[in-house]
């Protein structure tokens, strides 16, 4: 009888232990503390660079390089957290904290876009917070963050027609300590064609 009671006792609290450990939120994997990030000079950009934003001593935690190696169980949006891309030979940090400054740019370019259809644009981002997505994807409402061309580009996609997707591409830099939209264009992927019937 003691022995048991002592059995079920432990099963009980190994049944505590399962449910308490399956409800907890498993930020990231592969990326370890914050301190062992910012030991990781690799993926933090150094003081000075172009991509840096973020204060000297802020702890940076990446949580996956170019979309893989995430696995969150719902979307990040601390502005510390990060994606790491690799853009024409580079390897550098987008935070949460840029992507605002993203948003913000896109927002001010689209506004003063010369094409109405690329004017209309602008209130997908109009109050879109950005998040780190499960995948390990930056998005900001209906934009994703990327690399296009060796270059950093925030794209959406609109529609698709029966021979393409058709969606809008915005190329971002970093000047003069402030993130700007180089210039937005057309981002026509076209589907491959299909074999005839017959």
Known sequence: MRTSTLSLT???IVRLVILASAQTPIDATNVGSAES???NRDWIPKAGSPFESRAPDEPVRRIAHFGKDAQLTRPSRKMTDAV??????????????DAVEMRDALIRYLEKAPRPDHRSLAPTLA?????ITPQGYIRIGIWRLGVRADRLAMTCHLYNTDAASIGCLAFLARIKD???????????????????QG
């Open 178 to 196: 402030r993130w700007e939209v180089l210039e937005v264009t057309d981002d026509i992927m076209r589907f491959d064609p299909q074999p005839s």
């Open 84 to 97: 790491t891309l690799d853009a024409n030979g580079r390897r550098f940090t987008v935070t949460l904290r």
């Open 37 to 39: 990030i910012g030991a």
């Open 127 to 131: 109050g879109a917070d950005p998040v």
């Open 10 to 12: 432990g099963a009980v």
